[in-house]
């Protein structure tokens, strides 16, 4: 029944398209939406303990976070943008020293063989390498319609996201209750606790994930002056972001950055990599723990197995969602396993 019901859905694949642009649409909204919410609650929640409205909390915090936006952009907005500029431009010339690096390596008596062989061409890495460096600007001109789309689509979310995240301030301590209307009255209970302990599951990895990825934007970034790297803003960032990526995401961060400390010597990847290494022992050994503790205890096994499947599926962005999406079913499988237990426990007491 179950094959036959899915081949009938392949063939009517057609009825699904309009759900699937309906939650397409949606997605980032309300991704973006829950990740402030779970960042901004505990505020309300602080402010309005004060005898504050809720809709003054929520005001507050709207003014507080668009003068933080707003101070960040005029301090550090104009510096990432030169930097990124200038990564782009000294990009072909990079690629010119590998090739000259590859030239001289070729030469060489212990790898002449190896280099020689047709398993790897480089003059056609190069080729490719500049064609779409230089062909780059012409591509993005030929694809309007395309940018278009991308355009309409950040100013969707950029228009949505505040009410959205205005409307789940102020009610979202009632979607519980509004969803167990759906859970028999004999599980309503339990369904309830399957749902508080689900958000606080992602509260705890959200908030915890904010304050780790701050810490080791500014630590790296602090590091990379330090030691005179170029790009220190852009690659901190990018160490940043990939850092929300458990295991793999520190090494994804550091890449871009031992590369580019390479093209300046050997011993600024050094410095690079001593960077890296201290402040991910800094996370792992104090940051990481105190925020977030052992509320996700998940074996890292387990992860780097979601994390394979999660980028097999979705790439970067399902790698992102992987550990969150995980913890969350594991709290709502556990919390059903241990409620069918004690049920069947009490029944056989019954009897």
């Known amino acids: 029944m179950i094959s036959l019901l899915i081949l009938v859905c392949t063939k009517i ?26 960042i901004f609650h505990p505020v309300v ?12 909390a929520i005001l507050i915090i709207y003014l507080l976070a668009v003068g933080v936006v707003t101070l960040f952009g005029a301090l550090v907005g104009p510096a990432l943008s030169k930097q990124v500029a200038d990564l782009f431009t000294n990009l072909p010339n990079y690629i010119v020293e590998v090739r000259e690096f590859l ?25 490719s390498l500049l064609d779409y460096t230089s062909n780059l600007p012409t591509d993005i001109t030929n ?3 395309s940018v278009f789309s991308v355009v309409t689509n950040v100013t ?17 301590h ?30 705890t990895y959200i908030q915890g994930q904010a304050l780790v990825c701050l810490f080791v934007g500014l630590t790296t970034f602090i590091g990379y002056l330090i030691i005179d790297m170029p790009y220190a803003l852009v690659l901190a960032l990018i160490g940043a ?17 031992v590369i580019v400390a390479l093209f300046q010597s050997p011993m600024e990847a050094v410095f690079v990599i001593i960077v890296i290494v201290v402040v991910q022992q800094l996370d792992g050994n104090i940051i990481s723990p105190l925020v977030i503790g052992k509320k996700l205890n998940t074996h890292p096994l387990t992860i780097i197995i979601v994390l394979l499947v999660a980028g097999n599926i979705a790439g970067i962005m399902g790698m992102i969602l992987a550990i969150p999406t995980y913890s969350v079913t594991k709290t709502i499988v556990l919390n059903i396993v241990k409620f069918i237990k004690i049920r069947r426990r009490s029944e056989i007491e019954d009897i």
């Open 45 to 56: 929640t602080f402010l309005t303990g004060r005898r504050l409205p809720k809709g003054i």
């Open 156 to 172: 969707l979310t950029v228009v949505t996201v505040p009410f959205m995240l205005f409307y789940m301030l102020k009610d979202g």
């Open 13 to 38: 694949s057609f009825f699904f398209e309009p759900i699937v642009v309906f939650i397409s649409t949606l997605f980032f909204p309300v991704l973006i939406s829950g990740f402030l919410y779970f």
């Open 174 to 203: 009632k979607l519980p209750h509004a969803i167990s209307r759906f859970i028999p009255i004999n599980y309503r209970t339990q369904g309830l606790t399957i749902l508080s302990e689900t958000g606080e599951t992602l509260s």
């Open 103 to 127: 030239d001289d390596l070729s030469h060489s008596k212990q790898y002449k063989w190896a280099l020689s062989q047709d398993y790897v061409s480089f003059d056609k890495i190069e080729a």
């Open 143 to 145: 694809s309007l319609s």
């Open 241 to 257: 972001v990939t850092n929300i990526i458990p295991y793999v995401g520190p090494f994804i961060g550091a890449a871009p950055a």
